[in-house]
């Protein structure tokens, strides 16, 4: 895994500077042990921030937690989704730039081909998920799961790494920002990639650089 983990640095530096971001060759490696988070879930947590994202841009609160006690997704919740859904607060710009997690849970699961961080998630992204509005079950979805390689997110997630240290270096030098995307697309990816290949639970993520 070491030398895989070289060669996924080496891909991501690339990228990056194709992509127009500083790169820092000091960066360090990910974990060694990283591992893929059981299937069941990462369906868990997509369907659920499926819900919540949905409902921070209009969608009924309360059809919301109607279809995730008809999925038994409930507990799938954090406890500030949970309150988010139960309340009548429309302060939901957190949630709505979580947007970008559904855009990686989707190619994890092998709902979308590619995981493009030169742009941001597209409005057809909803349609990857089951149809809120028509009560679609989600189990024609699950079944149709195809999970990506651990590789594959980990070099995902490494290169979320380097974009988003370039994101805080540029901040921190007081400089304009560079890149393709806005800063959020790549952190709220990198939260995902990260949840990802931890055990961590959803609201304690760290995206330290």
């Not at 080496?10 to 500083?22: F, I, M, Q």
């Not at 597209?122 to 679609?136: A, F, I, Q, T």
Request: net charge neutral; with cysteine.
């Amino acid at each position: 895994m070491k030398i895989r983990l070289d060669e996924i640095r080496r891909a991501s530096v690339t990228e990056a500077k194709r992509l127009g971001y500083d790169t820092n060759p000091n960066l360090p490696p990910l974990d060694v042990n990283l591992a893929l988070r059981p299937q069941a879930d990462i369906i868990s947590r997509a369907l659920s921030l499926h819900c919540v994202v949905g409902s921070s841009y209009g969608f009924a609160k309360h059809r919301s937690l109607e279809w995730l006690q008809q999925e038994m997704l409930v507990d799938a919740l954090t406890a500030e989704e949970n309150i988010f859904l139960n309340s009548s607060t429309t302060q939901a710009t957190q949630f709505q730039t979580q947007g970008e997690c559904l855009t990686v849970f989707a190619w994890a699961l092998g709902k979308l081909q590619t995981l493009d961080f030169a742009k941001p998630a597209e409005g057809s992204l909803v349609r990857l998920y089951p149809d809120l509005k028509r009560n679609e079950s989600g189990a024609r979805w699950k079944q149709a799961v195809v999970s990506r390689s651990t590789d594959e997110v980990v070099a995902a997630c490494d290169l979320a790494y380097c974009l988003h240290w370039a994101i805080n270096q540029t901040r921190l030098d007081a400089r304009t920002q560079v890149g393709p995307v806005k800063p959020y697309v790549i952190v709220e990816r990198r939260r995902a990639l990260e949840w990802l290949l931890s055990r961590e639970q959803w609201s304690d993520i760290e995206l330290d650089t």
